[in-house]
């Protein structure tokens, strides 16, 4: 049984009155200039935007993303027009639905900014670069975040793959079973020398989870079907991995509860990644998301849950915006279609 912690001080930025209205202002004035969240303009202003943002929050988040330590913050009190981005949709694939959130994609676009380079994948809600997280019924069961019945277990954001995100914005738009991302950090110093020198060693399997596979994708092309097979040979080129990498003192974190694993034959691995589990499981924090929240997660400092809950596929439900973000962008090219790009698949 796992327990939670309070949040440690720091962590949180709430706005004033005064803020949220500036960031609304920009945020629905930048919506009357560009077209949508993967307008290639408003990717190249993105920079020269963020200046427009509140200046305590421009340094808050500067302030954790130079703090290699804290793993996870949040910046609360936005506002959030109810009646104007209407009901929670159906389905993300729903191509004909006008994207009345535009400001709130926007928003996590221009904070993905203050921290790296946002991008997406290729290979997930058909190349969305700001994806959706809501209930959806066909997937009520499945460990995706389109899923509700089933919690989602403790894990790195695409934790399989070599360019994943060095953070991750979670953005809630609504969220009425006040349903939290819980995030977990642990201090991996505690584990017994010998344990934590097998963390270190490519000793673990890991795997996608199915939001990267085709029949949870639109293919439509031939290109569409390169870009699968592309990540299917990445999938099977997959050797075994670390769970931590960099300093003994601050590592980077790669792990996932459900999708990492260690060989049977292998009894030191075994219990290397269960004594990590059990640390990280020993540290967890909620991270209410209430509506007008954002939370910034470290992908290499932290990884994040989420509990079960009955979706109501009434226009009500839970509905969060996610983007991915990265120091550099450069690094992924050989999986980007063209140089400005911010699809990698």
Known sequence: MTTSIEPRTGTELRLTAAEARQVSELTLRLAGQYRAADDERLLQDLPLLTGELPVRVRRFLRAFSLDQARGFCAVNGHLVDDERIGPTPAHWKDETRIHHELPEEI?????????????GWATQQDGHLVNDVFPIRQYEHELLGTGSKTPLTLHTEDAFHPYRADYIIL?????PDAVPVTVAEADFSELPQDVLDVLFQSRFHIVPDKSHLPENNTVRTDEDRLVFENIARLIDGLGTVPVLTGSRSHPLLCFDATHMSAPEDDPEAVRALAAAAKLLDAGLTDCPLEAGSCVFMNNHRVVHSRSAFEARYDGT??????????????KSRAMRRSVGSRLIG
Do not use: C, I, M, Q
């Open 107 to 119: 928003l996590v676009l221009l904070y993905g900014s203050l921290l790296g380079e946002p991008f």
């Open 171 to 175: 953005s809630a738009l609504r969220n």
């Open 317 to 330: 439900d839970r509905w969060l915006k996610r983007v991915n973000v990265t120091h550099d962008l450069r």
